[in-house]
C-alpha cells in the first residue's frame, strides 16, 4: 500500500540534509566538470565586488554618520556597526547576485546534471536533448533570472530605504537576513523547476508550503555565502540541494496523483 505523503511537511533537518549532500553531489566525478566555470566566475566577480568594497564603503559610512543629529552622538558606534554589516551585507549580495546571473547556464546544466544522477538516469526527465537542449534554452534561462530581480527588487528597496531611517535602521540587519535567506532559498531551488519548465509562480508556492524549511535551507546558505572560499562552492551545492528538494517534490506529487 503506498503512503500518501503529499501533505507531509519537508523537516528542516530535510533540508539541511540536503546541502550537506548537495555539497557532496557537486564535488563528485559526475558533476565536478558542470562546477568549474561557476567557480571561476564567483570568483572573479567577488574578488572585483570585495575590492570595491573595502575601498568605498568607510568613506560613506562616515559621510552618513556626520548627518546624525547630536542628540544620537552616543549611538554613532552602534550605528556604524549595524550599517557597516547591512552595507556590507547588501555589496555581498549584489555581487553574489551579478554572478549567479552570468554563471545561471551553467547552473541550469549542473542541475540538469545532477538531477540525473539523482534519479539514476543519463539526463534529467523531460529533457531528452540532453546538452543542446539546455544550450538552447540560455535566452530562456535569461530571463527566467529577469524574472526573479522583479521578485527580488522591490523588497530589496524597502529594506533598502529601512536601512537608512534612523532609529528604525537598527532592525534593518534582521530584514536583510529574512530577505536573503527566502531569496537565496528560491534562487537555487529555481533551476530544476525551470529546466522543466515550471512556472515561476508554482514553484513559489511549493517554497510557501514548505515555508520554514525553506527559510532554514536559505538561512544556511546566506551565512555560507559569507564565509571566504567556502562561497566559491556553496552557490553549486545549492543548486544541487535544490534539485534534490525539487525530486522530493515531485516523488509527493506522483503519489498524491496515483491515489486520486
Known amino acids: 500500500m503506498i503512503k500518501d505523503s503529499s501533505n507531509q511537511e519537508i523537516s528542516i533537518w530535510n533540508m539541511v540534509g540536503y546541502l550537506g549532500s548537495g555539497l557532496q553531489l557537486a564535488l563528485s566525478k559526475e558533476c565536478r566538470l558542470y562546477v568549474v566555470i561557476p567557480i571561476i566566475i564567483n570568483f572573479l566577480v567577488l574578488a572585483l565586488g570585495g575590492y570595491l568594497v573595502v575601498q568605498t564603503i568607510s568613506g560613506f559610512l562616515q559621510q552618513y554618520l556626520d548627518l546624525l543629529p547630536e542628540w544620537l552622538n552616543f549611538l554613532s558606534y552602534v550605528l556604524w556597526i549595524f550599517l557597516a554589516l547591512t552595507m556590507g551585507f547588501v555589496f555581498c549580495y549584489i555581487f553574489s547576485t551579478v554572478a549567479t546571473i552570468i554563471a545561471s547556464p551553467f547552473y541550469g546544466m549542473l542541475a540538469e546534471k545532477a538531477e540525473g544522477v539523482i534519479r539514476g538516469a543519463p539526463f534529467a526527465a523531460g529533457s531528452d536533448d540532453g546538452f543542446a537542449a539546455v544550450i538552447k534554452d540560455v535566452p530562456r534561462v535569461i530571463k527566467r533570472e529577469l524574472r526573479k530581480m522583479a521578485y527580488y527588487l522591490p523588497r530589496v528597496i524597502a529594506c533598502l530605504i529601512i536601512s537608512f531611517i534612523p532609529v528604525?535602521?537598527?532592525?534593518?540587519?534582521?530584514?536583510?537576513f529574512l530577505l536573503a535567506a527566502w531569496m537565496m532559498c528560491i534562487q537555487y531551488v529555481d533551476?530544476?523547476?525551470?529546466?522543466?519548465?515550471?512556472?515561476?509562480?508554482?514553484?513559489?508556492?511549493d517554497l510557501q508550503n514548505q515555508r520554514l524549511a525553506s527559510f532554514v535551507m536559505g538561512a544556511v546558505i546566506s551565512l555560507a555565502m559569507t564565509v571566504p572560499i567556502l562561497n566559491l562552492v556553496i552557490p553549486p551545492a545549492a543548486v544541487c540541494a535544490g534539485t534534490k528538494y525539487y525530486v522530493e517534490m515531485q516523488k509527493r506529487y506522483t503519489i498524491d496523483v496515483a491515489l486520486r
Open 168 to 176: 528604525i535602521n537598527v532592525i534593518s540587519p534582521i530584514l536583510w
Open 191 to 205: 533551476y530544476p523547476y525551470d529546466n522543466h519548465k515550471i512556472s515561476f509562480d508554482d514553484m513559489k508556492k
